[in-house]
């Protein structure tokens, strides 16, 4: 589920956005509502929102500056100002602030619903974005240098597998696109990472499980399905080794926006859960098909 933050000084239009749409069918959850801006930055904070709907004028702290600050501390957090003031200087503000969309009031529903899964379809694409460089930094050991060949090497794999982590993957296909022989290839990925190639894709296929698993509108199987396992028993058990949480668990705790859920959803993805470590399946065999 999408987590949904409204920020308003008016409480007929907190209502009104909260009542008049059927948010938990838009895959959206509402975690909480704010009338000032100081409050809700307490409430980011605190509550972690994937998207906020904020209008201007309030007391004690306005709009703008709240984007300002949230901008600054939460890049990736999407920032939606719903205003009745129609006045181009304020517009030309939140664009220097980097406010994700502008709406006047009046919004209808429809607009409203077009507007909030634009901004999660967005941060979707960044997460996804995201996992290359992530994994990049929390896998090659700090003791390889930042230049190094081997550090491009691995970073050359993720990219292979971020291309084609929905299709069987094998050693020897990995070698190719890095330059290297399947045999070079392992000795830089245990030298660099400690781990095998099998191991180097499960870890990115289980950080993007993680982003589906985060949204909570998906079955669990096919979550299994859109991060590139074909059988979801295997997919279970990678992730329960790679998190330390089962499917189920890590859903239910990253998508209730309840104290603890950050441990388990934050910015580091599925990784920053308990027990953090990517499983070891065996990797026998240069032609092993990862699937």
């Not at 749409?21 to 009338?35: F, L």
């Not at 664009?95 to 529903?109: F, H």
């Not at 084609?164 to 660099?192: F, M, W």
Request: glycine share 8%; charged share 25%; net charge neutral.
């Amino acid at each position: 589920m999408v987590k949904l933050l409204i920020v308003d000084d008016e409480p007929t239009i907190r209502r009104g956005i909260r009542e008049s749409i059927d948010w938990e069918r838009q895959g959206v959850r509402i975690v909480g509502e704010a009338d000032n801006g100081e409050q809700a930055m307490a409430q980011v904070r605190s509550l972690r929102p994937d998207v906020v709907l904020v209008d201007i004028v309030m007391p004690r702290r306005d709009g703008l500056s709240f984007c300002e600050q949230c901008r600054r501390e939460f890049p990736h957090t999407r920032l939606i100002i719903v205003s009745g003031h129609d006045e181009f200087a304020l517009a030309q503000k939140a664009i220097r602030i980097g406010v994700d969309d502008y709406l006047l009031k009046p919004v209808g529903a429809e607009q409203m619903i077009e507007v909030v899964a634009k901004a999660a379809q967005s941060l979707r694409r960044q997460e996804f974005s995201d996992i290359k460089e992530r994994l990049l930094q929390q896998l090659v050991a700090p003791s390889v240098p930042p230049a190094s060949s081997a550090r491009r090497i691995v970073a050359t794999i993720l990219g292979f597998v971020e291309s084609r982590y929905l299709s069987e993957l094998d050693l020897t296909s990995a070698g190719q696109a890095a330059g290297i022989t399947p045999n070079h290839l392992c000795k830089v990925l245990r030298t660099c990472c400690d781990m095998t190639f099998v191991e180097i894709v499960n870890r990115y296929r289980i950080e993007v499980a993680s982003i589906y698993l985060r949204e909570g509108h998906l079955k669990l199987y096919d979550v299994a399905d859109k991060a590139g396992f074909l059988d979801y028993h295997y997919f279970a058990k990678v992730f329960k080794k790679v998190t330390g949480w089962t499917p189920g668990d890590y859903r239910e705790v990253a998508g209730s926006g309840a104290p603890g859920a950050a441990g388990a959803a934050g910015s580091t993805g599925a990784s920053a859960a308990p027990g953090a470590r990517a499983g070891r399946p065996e990797d026998n065999s240069h032609h092993e098909l990862i699937t």
